[in-house]
């Protein structure tokens, strides 16, 4: 009977909550923002969080979702590989849309603007991939003939320790975040999980990584 099986849902569900977690704060979701973007945007108050929680009638939630300006932005934390991202996606800005123009007639002969998407997917799990790549809504499709009527386009990109290079010296929380989490694999593999997590907590805090939200979330991220 292979023993690791009921581990990997609470690693998977452990690392999306702590990713959500830390960018849960404005400033640090815009440093991301920045990084990732090569904008140079300094004020955190221009972001409109609007990520799901527990979404109508799937129960389904994201982990990031925001506003700026007239763009709206899908994160979502993977530490497994899912080829299921576009069409989760899909849904969820369904969702964002219907929400948007809830009180705005969809019948009249005046076009309704909607804000444009953008879908991106941080990896941190332990399979070999790029830097970052292109996952798209028609891979699921079967039968397809020619172009795609509907797609959907995420970019993964791998924020394991020691991948993006350029995009983790943009951005310290996310090059932190990577250490931490290599920490925890690293112990996961010689104790229990709780642990794991208490040991990485304990040296990175001495280490000055992620100091500030160890020490005020140290009890939830246990």
């Known amino acids: 009977m292979n023993q ?28 991301l923002y920045n990084a990732v973007s090569g904008k140079h945007y ?20 994201n982990d990031l979702a925001f506003m700026l300006e007239t763009n709206i932005y899908l994160y979502e934390h993977q530490s497994t590989i899912n080829p299921n991202i576009p069409l989760r996606d899909l849904i969820y800005i369904g969702i964002e ?16 603007k909607i804000p444009a998407p953008k879908f991106m997917v941080f990896y941190n799990g332990t ?46 929380t996310l090059k932190e975040y990577a250490i931490y989490v290599a920490r925890v694999r690293k112990y996961a593999s010689e104790l229990n999980l709780n642990d794991a997590v208490e040991r990485a907590i304990t040296e990175c805090i001495k280490e000055g990584i992620l100091v500030d939200f160890l020490r005020k979330n140290r009890s939830e991220v246990m």
């Open 4 to 31: 690791t099986t009921p581990t990997q849902p609470v690693n998977r569900l452990y690392k999306s909550r702590i990713f959500a977690m830390l960018y849960s704060d404005r400033k640090d979701l815009l440093d």
């Open 127 to 172: 399979d070999d991939v790029e830097d970052s790549m292109e996952l798209k809504l028609s891979s699921a499709y079967e039968h397809l003939a020619g172009e795609p009527d509907l797609e959907l386009k995420v970019l993964m990109l791998n924020v394991n320790e020691g991948h993006n290079k350029d995009l983790m010296e943009q951005c310290q």
């Open 97 to 112: 849309y219907q929400q948007f123009v809830n009180d705005k007639s969809l019948y009249s002969s005046k076009l309704q």
């Open 42 to 61: 300094e004020d955190p108050e221009l972001l409109e969080i609007n990520t799901l929680e527990n979404a109508i009638y799937m129960g389904m939630k």
